[in-house]
């Protein structure tokens, strides 16, 4: 039987916000209820972002209220201070006291997660997931618990890049395991969702999804969380900056100026948000002919380092249009796992280096790790 809207928004007339009893439906915080072809059912919830910790268990009290009712397949339930055209806005978080800056709109932390870090880009096919992935088992390399979550929802590439496959094992409940590349946690919808599936989902759905992917698996202890994110700067992009309490933010761009602008965006973004851009990394930087040994700039050359000086943030370093880099990627073996001392990983390595210290102010100081290639 298909499931309505009005059905679950009945179920969640069951669960109470405060001690007079005022219903969920009935405060003016549910957002939208979707629900799927599936009876996939998505919806959020306002509130301030200092009110975080008290509607944690009542988003666990809708979430449970809705997966009671027969024919559900899923329930995607998160919090968000993001407000939509019909609901009211949160009560205002207690000002900050004199000669205080008031901070980002942040959500509340990880525990056991040092640091969250976005690797962004103004638009698609500038090699973002790529390096990300690379950047991940860079910092490992360093030494570092490192974990990875794949939030392009649209687009997961992250799986096919490390070689995963299957579904990550629950541990308890609402709780999920992530899997293991090559020594670094990994989380991606990807691993939720048959292959060819098209993710057609609205923004709220977007964020709920991304949500749970990052509270609901088991970090356990790491040092930081690099984030693939979806590329442009839209709701999905502005909702996980605010909602997310993000250490910072790197910048992905090819060297043309149809990026340039892209990516420039995405800078601005998150300096509205508050979120301090980390670095800038130009990617596809060269090429050389493998036969000849010709430089040629397919792309231009050096248009990020400019761009980077022109907004006053870091420039962390070129990545090369590369064949290895580009075969390593697509056989799910990325080339800093498989050929650690090669060129092409040593690139990253360099640029991990630098990223951790304008993150950390210092270098890593764990003894490095041995990756194992399986």
Known sequence: MAMTRDDVIKALSAVTIDESGTTLPASGRLSQVVVDPTNRVMFSILIDPSEATRFEPIRRKAEGAVLAMAGVSGVFASLTSERGPNQPAPAPARPPSPGQAAGPRTGPALPGVR??????????????????????????????????????????????????????????????????????????????????????????????AITQMLREVAWGELDILVVDMPPGTGDAQLTMAQATPLSGAVIVSTPQ???????????????????????????????????????????????????????????????PLNMTIRETSDAGRPVVAVDPDGPQAQIYRTIAAQLWSNLSGGPATRAAPRIVIE
């Open 257 to 319: 100026d149809l990026a340039l602008i892209d990516a420039r965006r995405g800078v601005t973004m998150f300096r509205k948000v508050a979120v301090p851009i980390l670095g800038v990394i130009e990617n596809m930087a060269t090429f050389v002919c493998p036969n000849c040994g010709h430089s040629s700039h397919i792309f231009g050359h050096g248009g990020a380092r400019a761009e980077a000086a022109r907004l006053d943030v870091p420039f962390l370093g070129e990545i």
């Open 115 to 208: 640091h969250i870090v976005a690797v962004a880009s103004g638009k698609g096919g500038v090699g973002k997931s790529t390096t990300a992935c690379n950047l991940a088992l860079a910092l490992s390399a360093q030494g570092l618990k490192v974990g990875l979550l794949d939030a392009d929802i649209y687009g997961p590439s992250v799986p096919k890049l490390f070689g995963l496959s299957g579904k990550p094992k629950v541990i308890e409940e609402r709780l999920l395991a992530p899997m293991d590349g090559y020594g670094i946690k990994v989380m991606s919808i990807g691993f939720l969702i048959e292959p060819e599936t098209a993710m057609i989902w609205r923004g709220p759905m977007v964020q709920s």
